[in-house]
C-alpha cells in the first residue's frame, strides 16, 4: 500500500513530548514486582500470578489405562497378523479397581481409565466386538497392534515435570493441570493494592441529580472496575475536593497502606489541576505528556516510594492511558510474565491523508465480511466519546507522522487484550 513518512512541525508537539515507545519503556523498567508471596488453595487461585515453579511428584496417568470401554487382551505376537480373534472374558475391571492377571487368549471387560490388568498387550474398543449371550467370550475379524487403546504411566506428565511456571497468570485449565498431580495449594504474588481518588468540583455520583455545570464522575466507574478485574485490591476514596491541601492528604493517605496509587484528572496545567504539584511537593515526577492521542497528559512519579500513576481526566483518554501503559505496569507488580498487550495486523478501511503529530489509538471494530480482517472507525473519535468504547472491539495505532490510504495495514489491539 502507499504510505509516507511525513515529519510535522507542529509547534504545539515538539521534542519536549516523550514518544510512546519511550514511555511504555520507562514505564516498565520502573515496575517492580510485589515481594510477598502468600498460600492459596486451587478454589481461590484464579486469576493469581504464580510465584514459583509447580513440578509434578507423580507420574500422570500413573499406571498403564484404558483410553475407552472395551476388552483388554492378552494375544501372541504370532496370532497379532491374523484376522479372526476370539477370547474367553474371565474378569471385569470398571474405572478405580485392579484386574487380575490375563493369561495368552483371555480377555478382561475394561472400562475407560480402568488399569490394564498384568498380562493385557492391547484393548479392543467394545464396538468390534461379537459377545455372546453369556459375556464369556468375544470375537473379532481383524488383524491387531500391540499396545493399542492404551494410554501408557506418565502419558500426560511425567514425575519431575514442571507443570506450571513462575509469572503464569492462573487460568482454569491451570487449576485442572495442579489438581491432576495432587497439588492442593498454590504459591502466588500477593494482590497488589492500589489506591484511586478522583478530582474535579464539577463531578458528581451517579444517582444524584445534577446541578449546573456538573457532570456524573464516569471515571471513578470505569477505573475502579478496571483495576479489579486486573486482580488487584482496590482502596478508593472517591471524589477529593479540588484543593491542593486536600490533595496532598489523600495522596499521603493512600501512600501509608498501597502498594500503587492512581488518579484520573488533574495533571495537565490548568489553575485547578493540583495532582501534578501535589506530587511534585510529597515526592517526584519522572514522567509527563506523552505524543499521544488521546491521552497526552500522563503522569508518573512516587510519593515516597510508592508509585504514582496520574491519568488525564477525559473519560476516553483515561480509557486508553489505563490500557496502553497502567495495565502493563500494573501486570509486571504482580510478576506477570505477559504484561504487554497483543496486537493482530488489520487493513485499516480508511484514509489518513494528513501526518499526524501524535500516535492515534482510535477506536475502531473490525469487518470479517471480506475474509480477513478490516478496521472501520468510530465517526467521532473525541476524548469524552466514551460511547465509541462502548462501539469498539479495541484500538487501533496510527503511527505519527504517516500518511497512508485505505488498505494501509496497521497494529489492532483487541478489546481483551487491553483489558484483561
Not at 497526552?296 to 483518554?317: D, E, H, M, Q
Not at 493482530?344 to 475474509?371: H, Q
Amino acid at each position: 500500500m502507499n504510505h509516507q513518512a511525513v515529519k510535522c512541525d507542529s509547534p504545539v508537539f515538539n521534542s519536549s513530548l516523550i514518544s510512546t515507545d519511550e514511555a511504555l519503556t520507562f514505564l516498565l523498567d520502573s515496575a517492580v514486582v510485589v515481594d510477598c508471596k502468600e498460600h492459596v488453595s486451587l478454589d481461590d487461585s484464579l486469576g493469581r500470578v504464580l510465584a514459583s515453579d509447580i513440578h509434578s511428584n507423580i507420574n500422570v496417568p500413573g499406571f498403564d489405562n484404558s483410553a475407552m470401554d472395551g476388552y483388554a487382551i492378552a494375544i501372541k505376537d504370532s496370532q497379532l497378523p491374523k484376522t479372526k480373534h476370539s477370547f474367553n472374558v474371565i474378569d471385569r475391571i470398571p474405572a478405580g479397581k485392579v484386574g487380575g492377571k490375563l493369561k495368552q487368549g483371555c480377555a478382561a471387560r475394561i472400562f475407560t481409565g480402568a488399569p490394564i490388568p498384568p498380562g493385557a498387550n492391547s484393548v479392543i474398543m467394545q464396538e468390534e466386538c461379537e459377545v455372546s449371550e453369556d459375556g464369556a467370550l468375544i470375537t473379532f475379524s481383524r488383524s491387531i497392534k500391540l499396545n493399542e487403546n492404551i494410554r501408557p504411566t506418565g502419558n500426560d506428565i511425567a514425575e519431575g515435570d514442571v507443570i506450571l511456571c513462575m509469572g503464569k497468570k492462573i487460568q482454569p485449565q491451570d487449576i485442572s493441570l495442579a489438581a491432576s498431580v495432587g497439588v492442593s495449594e498454590l504459591i502466588v504474588f500477593k494482590k497488589v493494592v492500589v489506591g484511586v481518588f478522583f478530582t474535579g468540583d464539577e463531578l458528581v455520583d451517579p444517582g444524584l441529580p445534577l446541578g449546573p455545570g456538573k457532570i456524573y464522575n464516569s471515571n471513578r466507574y470505569a477505573l475502579v472496575s478496571l483495576i479489579k478485574q486486573a486482580g488487584c485490591e482496590v482502596v478508593n476514596l472517591g471524589n477529593v475536593e479540588d484543593k491542593l491541601s486536600a490533595t496532598c492528604s489523600a495522596l499521603e493517605n493512600l501512600e501509608k497502606k498501597c502498594d500503587l496509587i492512581m488518579t484520573t484528572g488533574g495533571v495537565s496545567v490548568g489553575e485547578e489541576d493540583y495532582v501534578r504539584p501535589a506530587v511534585e511537593s510529597l515526592g517526584e515526577l519522572k514522567l509527563w505528556k506523552i505524543r499521544m492521542k488521546p491521552g497526552k497528559p500522563l503522569a508518573y512519579g512516587r510519593i515516597s516510594k510508592t508509585p504514582f500513576i496520574g491519568l488525564p481526566g477525559n473519560p476516553v483518554s483515561s480509557f486508553v492511558t489505563y490500557c496502553i501503559f497502567a495495565l502493563p505496569y500494573i501486570k509486571k507488580m504482580q510478576g506477570n510474565e505477559k504484561y504487554k498487550p497483543k496486537s493482530i495486523k488489520v487493513k485499516a478501511n480508511f484514509n489518513c491523508k494528513r501526518a499526524k503529530p501524535r500516535r492515534e489509538f482510535a477506536r475502531a471494530r473490525l469487518d470479517y465480511s471480506t475474509g480477513s480482517p478490516v478496521a472501520n472507525l468510530y465517526p467521532k473519535q473525541g476524548s469524552d466519546v466514551m460511547s465509541s468504547i462502548v462501539w469498539s472491539d479495541g484500538l487501533i495505532e496510527i503511527p505519527e507522522d504517516m500518511t497512508f490510504e485505505a488498505g494501509e495495514t496497521l497494529n489492532f489491539f483487541p478489546i481483551n487484550e487491553l483489558t484483561e
